[in-house]
């Protein structure tokens, strides 16, 4: 199954690789700890070599990690929700 989270395909759901067994969505998600730490698109793909930052922050909420994306102006700013 190529390690995808979803299973079969749908209309509407992203086809995200699986956290655990990825080293891209874990060096975004490493990048972005801890948690409230807020970087730009740029400072990402500069922290991790990723350049896909938005498809990457989506595979991610597709896992559970409550990522936010936020602009400021033409900026935009990611980072991981605290949640209680």
Do not use: F
Not at 8 to 19: D, E, V, Y
Not at 31 to 51: D, F, M, N, Q, W
Not at 60 to 77: D, E, F, H, Q, T
């Amino acid at each position: 199954m190529n390690g995808a989270v979803s299973s079969p395909r749908r209309p509407g759901r992203i086809h995200a690789a699986r956290l655990d067994t990825s080293p891209r969505l874990q060096a975004v998600r490493d990048a972005l700890l801890p948690r409230g730490k807020r970087l730009s698109t740029r400072a990402l793909i500069e922290a991790t070599g990723y350049v896909a930052i938005p498809a990457i922050a989506a595979e991610l909420r597709a896992n559970g990690v409550p990522v936010v994306c936020r602009p400021s102006g033409r900026i935009y700013y990611y980072w991981i929700e605290d949640t209680p």
